[in-house]
């Protein structure tokens, strides 16, 4: 199981950035993805998941801003971030689970958003700043 994050960058308050995820050994169709953070000196911080079956879930900080999505045919999925403020400024991971789900488990259509110690494997991250 391998994800590689990448999008990051420098970006104006205001401003918007997408990210991508890169997954590979499994198939992001039967899992659940996450996007999480962490800025400096802080902890790691959820910000949004989709499930196996597409469900998407958010924290309040991000809700109406961020909208993760995923395009299984090309194995990835991509965080949104619109209206980006300083204190989205952090380093930004995506995550799976070991466990897939299918379609009769109650876990298909729901997922931890804010929860890092659900998730299994990580990828490297990518740094967002946001600074004027």
């Known amino acids: 199981v391998q994800l590689q994050a990448s999008g990051g960058g420098l970006v104006h308050p205001g401003g918007s950035l997408r990210l991508s995820c890169a997954a590979s050994?499994?198939?992001?169709?039967?899992?659940?993805v996450g996007w999480f953070r962490q800025a400096p000196g802080k902890k790691r911080e959820g910000t949004s998941c989709i499930s196996a079956g597409g469900r998407t879930l958010y924290v309040d900080s991000v809700k109406g801003r961020f909208t993760i999505s995923r395009d299984v045919a090309k194995n990835t999925v991509y965080l949104q971030m619109n209206n980006l403020g300083p204190e989205d400024t952090a380093v930004y991971y995506c995550s799976t689970q070991e466990r897939a789900y299918n379609s009769g488990s109650y876990y298909y259509n729901w997922c931890p958003a804010s929860s890092s110690f659900e998730y299994d494997y990580w990828g490297q991250g990518t740094l967002v700043t946001v600074s004027s």
């Open positions: 050994g499994f198939s992001i169709g039967d899992y659940t």
